[in-house]
C-alpha cells in the first residue's frame, strides 16, 4: 500500500485545513489509520486514529475538539479534519496505515505503522 498526503498549506491562525489521504496499491478498509505531525527539532507527535472500521477514534489531548479523523471507503482515503488551527500546529503532517490493529486507543501512538505517507505541509500564521 502506498499513501499520499495532500492538502496542506498556509492559513491564518483561527482557520480550518483537511489533509487527505489517498491510498493505492491496496484497500485501506482492514488498517487502522493514523495521523502524525513532526515541527522542526521535535519528536514526531500522534494526533489521531480511526479503526479500520471506521467506529472507533482516538485523539491526543493537544488536538481533540479541534481534530477530527474520518474515513472515505469508496475513496479509499482518510481525512484529517483540523479547524481552530493555531501557530504551534506548524508541522509536516504525516498519516500511516496499520493492518495489525484490532482497535485504537491509548496503544495507537506506540503502535509500528506498516507503511508511511510522505508528509503535507502545513503552516498557521499568528
Known amino acids: 500500500v502506498q499513501l499520499q498526503a495532500s492538502g496542506g498549506g498556509l492559513v491564518q491562525a483561527g482557520g480550518s485545513l483537511r489533509l487527505s489521504c489517498a491510498a493505492s496499491?491496496?484497500?485501506?478498509?482492514?488498517?487502522?489509520m493514523g495521523w502524525f505531525r513532526q515541527a522542526p527539532g521535535k519528536e514526531r507527535e500522534f494526533l489521531a486514529a480511526?479503526?479500520?472500521?471506521?467506529?472507533?477514534?482516538y485523539y491526543a489531548a493537544s488536538v481533540k475538539g479541534r481534530f477530527t479523523i474520518s474515513r472515505d471507503y469508496a475513496k479509499n482515503t482518510v481525512y484529517l479534519q483540523m479547524n481552530s488551527l493555531k501557530p504551534e500546529d506548524t508541522a509536516v503532517y504525516y498519516c500511516?496505515?496499520?493492518?495489525?490493529?484490532?482497535?485504537?486507543?491509548?496503544?495507537?501512538?506506540?503502535?509500528?505503522?506498516?507503511?508511511w505517507g510522505q508528509g503535507t505541509q502545513v503552516t498557521v500564521s499568528s
Open positions: 500511516a496505515a496499520d493492518r495489525a490493529a484490532s482497535r485504537v486507543g491509548v496503544e495507537s501512538p506506540r503502535r509500528a505503522y506498516d507503511h
Open positions: 480511526i479503526s479500520g472500521s471506521g467506529f472507533s477514534s
Open positions: 496499491g491496496g484497500t485501506l478498509s482492514s488498517y487502522a
